[in-house]
């Protein structure tokens, strides 16, 4: 491959023969890549070379002296797991599928790396696999929510999803989950719905298998939405089948790529909260959104509530405002629109005054003056600014209550 | 009346007039029974006796010395403020009425005062006026919780009130609540139906109007229900109106009862609201119920929610925790009570494991190796444990997943 050629390319094949033969999160692995390059660990990793003594030491320094963290053992027993795999390596085939489906794999130092998945640290993903409108670049984390929740989402949890995800996409947000039924579905759905053209990627679909596949199945027509009009996203490479594992760390992207997380609707128990406690590992804000206290859809987010690890979220504009700086002109006041009632910003003694006004028959202000408890230099005084007000008239008979309700 | 002889009587007389010439929170007054005593307060306050210059000096020093609180105008204009009540003074009267509705005057010093209300500190009223079953005493706010919110409540909000009353009530709390529509009445109906004999009080309304009357007129019914198997009470004497000055000062007294306030339905402007921020300003647990983001009637709760102001509540055992310490023994796992997944407990090596296991055709374990990432030795070892917890069995073929789901 002509595009894999010199330094760069050499590191690009590297990382994707290494995201085959390593699993996601394989902490010998990423340790031995960060202290001898893609390169050097892809052929100790295939068994061409061995590690030294002053690798071995960096790597107990990056992975932590322990007593059952002897490096030597360690990375003997990840040779041992790696080995199986080395026969099926094919990097360049791999890169060259990629491209066949218009993707691209993204490596840390490309200008598309994204700069938010600097926080997992040692833990950051080899590569990226990207597929879709990857030229307008990823979002930064500022401008992307993640939207997360069940499978089994409701009714109530679907139009929710819906209108963030809408909301989210009107103030310029990209919307990220996970290519899932339920919850996760409906946010992709309804960011594409919402997204004009020139507003680059609307909605990314962190997936936990290989891009050559759609999965879930049902969800094949919207994910080849999402990367027509979208993008997907997977640290494992094509081939790759989505097994638990790749799914708890698939949440941990979500969770990095996102400014927030907001759990939308989940179980007591639910992945949607490991997405949820990823996010708060990273330091980045989490919100719930509140439902029914009866449906089981929301114990989880509620429990998230409870215990303070998320902040209540009931619109677009707390969800945009949890992932980064608020843009004022974008943000709507929904929710503080109730008129003001007649009795906002007045005083202790006009409320008494407020309250001692008859509403039909007038009455002089000496009554006034002992219903409400007041002096009638007083209710004089007040009566006067009530008028003002038009919360109070007066007639043949006395005061009333005026015509402001 | 014989019962108000001696010294103690003398003091619940003046008491009982003072709570008819001044307002709730009436700070200078407040401040002049504070320094005077009840018996010269009222002497002070119907102008037989003035204040001397050591009393103005106490009285600044209760009240604060600010240009604006001059204590010697401050006085003048109270004493205006009380001037056109004094010809209405009745104490002995009010205290014989109060007695044949069955009920009593509760005065500072009293066994039945609770003394939940010295954290009002200067602010605490002057007495309480009560109906019911006083004898069995007034609840200890670590055994009552005040259940708030619309009056216009939807039949979420009754419900959830219903299960919060019930539940309260079978943990051994007391309710309180406002007497109004919706919430309030149905979290005192609740409470009623579920207090068996000889539990004591099961809820307490406490009211912005004398005890004479019931309001709102179509709470009768259930009113006087209160008044006989829980408790009436109000700070304000027999014969007063219910101003919305009263009403706000009553919300302060549901805080100041209770061991936390729980709102249940608010709409983003409320009376209950109120409430909670007094709860808040006592140092008080206040709880907020979650309900669907697209009702109204929970835009209050949410808000309080967010702002971080109240903690997530969504069934009793949470509302009876926030008030006082648990009764373990009643405690109930609501919500905690999903099965475990089969994956539970399992380190990485068998969950990657578990993924590889085909459902129906068993597979060698070579090809697991390569499937799961993992060396030979490491998938027997697995396959060892998976097997154990039937997760995983071997058959003609190879090794398949175990029946257990």
Chains 1, 2 share one sequence.
Not at 45 to 70: C, F, K, M, S
Not at 216 to 237: F, K, M, S, T, Y
Not at 305 to 318: E, F, K, N, P
Not at 354 to 381: F, I, T, Y
Request: charged share 20%; proline share 6%.
């Amino acid at each position: 491959m002509s595009a894999e050629t010199g330094a760069r390319g050499r590191e690009r094949v590297a990382r994707a023969a290494l995201s085959r033969l390593m699993e996601p999160s394989d902490w010998v692995g990423l340790a031995l890549v960060a202290a001898a390059g893609p390169q050097d660990a892809l052929r100790i990793a295939t068994g061409v070379l061995a590690a030294g003594r002053r690798l071995q030491e960096d790597l107990a320094g990056l992975l932590g002296r322990r007593p059952e963290n002897e490096p030597g053992r360690m990375l003997a027993e990840a040779l041992e797991r790696w080995a199986p795999r080395v026969k099926d390596l094919a990097p360049e085939r791999d890169l060259a599928t990629i491209a066949r489906f218009g993707g691209t794999l993204v490596v840390p130092g490309d200008g598309l790396w994204p700069a938010a998945l600097a926080d997992l640290q040692l833990g950051a993903p080899l590569c990226l696999w990207v597929r879709g409108r990857a030229g307008d670049g990823i979002p930064l984390q500022e401008q992307a929510v993640a939207l997360v929740g069940s499978r089994d989402s409701t009714g109530f949890g679907n139009a929710v999803t819906a209108d963030l995800a809408t909301g989210l996409v009107q103030r310029g947000c990209h919307v990220v989950s996970g290519g899932a039924y339920g919850i996760d579905a409906q946010a992709h759905r309804s960011a594409l719905a919402a997204a004009g053209e020139g507003q680059g990627p609307a909605t990314l679909a962190v997936m936990a298998c290989g891009l050559d596949r759609y999965y879930p199945a049902g969800n094949e027509e919207l994910l080849r939405a999402v990367a027509a009009r979208g993008l997907l996203i997977a640290e494992v490479p094509l081939g790759s089948a989505p097994t638990r594992w790749r799914f708890l760390q698939r949440n941990r992207r979500i969770a990095a790529l996102a400014g927030a997380t907001v759990v939308v609707e989940a179980r007591w128990r639910s992945g949607a909260l490991n997405t949820a406690h990823h996010a708060a590992e990273l330091g980045r804000p989490v919100g719930a959104v509140p439902g029914s206290v009866y449906s089981a859809n929301s114990a989880g987010t509620h429990r998230l509530l409870r215990d303070g690890s998320a902040v209540c979220v009931t619109g677009a504009a707390g969800a945009a405002e949890l992932a980064g700086p608020v843009d004022a002109a974008r943000q709507d006041g929904a929710g503080r629109q109730e008129p003001p009632a007649d009795h906002d910003g007045l005083g202790v003694e006009e409320l008494l005054l407020l309250d001692a006004l008859p509403v039909r028959q007038g009455v002089p202000v000496e009554k006034l003056a002992v219903v409400a408890g007041l002096p009638v230099q007083r209710v004089l005084a007040g009566l006067g600014r009530l008028e003002l007000g038009a919360l109070a008239v007066q007639d043949a008979t006395g005061w009333r209550r005026g015509p402001r309700r």
